[in-house]
């Protein structure tokens, strides 16, 4: 039983620990959808058109900042998407290990 009680501490743990990364994750798809954002609009002020007053490389440049994070944006998500999905592979192939033992204890380190 103790052994047991243990095992499921560290599931428990596991899936904390799994929760914050998801969490973790999607803060960091937030801030990086407010940066582009911010970036947009530094570009539109700054730009020829854009009534900022500043020469035509400066918007080249931030043209070029923002078609790099936009680009950089997508590779996260797609990545960001890899991992949620592996993240859920791996809850759910826990969860019936957790479940498969605490029905019948099989499984390595059942009783």
């Known amino acids: 039983k103790e052994a047991r009680d243990q095992e499921a501490a560290r599931d428990h743990a596991m899936l904390t ?6 969490q973790s994750s999607s803060q960091i798809a937030h801030s ?3 940066l582009v954002d911010a970036l ?3 570009a539109y002020l700054g730009g020829p058109t854009g009534g900022g007053g500043a020469d035509p490389e400066v918007g080249q ?7 790099q994070l936009r680009a950089l944006a997508d590779d996260l998500a797609v990545g960001r998407h890899e991992t949620t999905q592996a993240l859920r592979s791996e809850l759910r192939a826990l969860i019936a290990l957790i479940d498969a033992r605490t029905r019948g204890g099989g499984g390595p380190g059942g009783a």
């Open 32 to 34: 990086q959808s407010a």
């Open 40 to 42: 947009e609009k530094v």
């Open 17 to 22: 620990s799994l929760k914050r990364l998801e």
């Open 61 to 67: 440049a931030l043209r070029s900042m923002d078609k």
